[in-house]
């Protein structure tokens, strides 16, 4: 494929990641607090009707590690909410916020970040992130990280007697996924490579794989002890055990799907077999729209080229 047509089918396709939010009614939206030690919070979205795209809890949930060196966050939530995350955490701590730090590039997670950087917080995420935020139609450059890293060893920071670690994940979710260790609280956010609403979404227009997910299940499992907390971009919080039944469902989905594509079957005929009807009941959301079908069909049909390629 020609460099000049590769360019525009990836603007396009970030394009449409950031586009796809559409229906949302963010006047609806509430935030909510969760508190795990007396400085480390979270805040998310409540579930319901607001965020079509995610019933559980709308848009991507935020971190905040407060105290007297300043505020350390953890994504940014949709923009149009950016005056309720900004409430929410002036319940928390008037100190200002230092940092902001990106899991990966989806606008639930980084739409608010221009509006952030206005706060004075310096910008920090995947330097793979900042390139597909970048090819974005109407990008605004206060929305792209000013501070970038790659794979290697993770970023630490030192502050309010917290150790926080930046974790870069290879190819996972997103082409730019980053975990985020507060090593004191025992507490992991490992953004959207796991999902307990509906299957598993992995962005393939923008960098993601199956193997790379895989590999980063793997990592936490080795990286959390048994008392852990682990904590999804969406869903409900976890351990290390969780993870286990979660990947080999992935893998008995792909054993599936990968024998058919040896029988010759065509996409739509995978589709229609049905791969995942083992465990349609018994994820939440396995069946609710995503991506022009179920949270189902997406997956399998993620699984599908994946395997084809």
């Not at 494929?1 to 590769?6: H, R």
């Not at 990836?10 to 559409?22: E, G, Q």
């Not at 393939?204 to 999804?232: F, R």
Request: hydrophobic content about 40%.
């Amino acid at each position: 494929m020609a460099p000049m047509k590769w360019l525009v089918l990836a603007a396009f396709a970030v394009t449409l990641t950031f586009s796809a939010y559409a229906q949302i009614n963010y006047a609806k939206i509430e935030i909510l607090t969760e508190q795990y030690t007396p400085n480390l919070y979270m805040l998310a979205g409540a579930p319901g009707d607001a965020d079509p795209n995610h019933p559980d809890g709308a848009g991507g949930r935020i971190g905040l590690l407060t105290g007297p060196d300043g505020i350390f966050m953890v994504d940014s939530q949709y923009e149009q909410v950016t005056g309720k995350v900004i409430a929410a955490i002036r319940k928390i701590s008037p100190q200002p916020i230092r940092y902001l730090a990106n899991t990966h590039l989806h606008v639930d997670h980084t739409g608010g970040n221009g509006n952030i950087v206005k706060q004075g917080a310096l910008l920090i995420a995947r330097e793979e992130l900042r390139s597909d935020m970048a090819r974005a139609a109407n990008t605004d450059p206060a929305r792209l990280p000013n501070v970038t890293y790659g794979m290697g060893d993770p970023i630490k920071f030192r502050m309010n007697g917290e150790i926080v670690d930046l974790i870069p994940i290879r190819a996972a979710h997103t082409g730019g996924d980053t975990i985020v260790r507060f090593e004191n609280a025992d507490v992991i956010m490992i953004g959207d490579f796991y999902r307990n609403y509906g299957y598993p979404f992995i962005d393939t227009n923008n960098g993601g794989s199956l193997k790379g997910a895989l590999e980063a299940l793997d990592y936490v499992m080795k990286i959390s002890g048994p008392n852990t907390k682990l904590i999804p971009g969406h869903g409900t919080i976890i351990k290390r055990e969780d993870i286990l039944p979660y990947r080999n469902m992935i893998l008995d989905v792909q054993s599936k799907v990968q024998e058919l594509i040896k029988q010759g079957k065509t996409q739509a005929e995978v589709l229609a077999s049905k791969p995942t009807a083992a465990y349609d009941g018994k994820i939440p959301g396995a069946l609710g729209a995503a991506g022009g079908g179920t949270s189902a069909d997406r997956f399998v049909r993620m699984l599908y080229s994946e395997l084809k390629k």
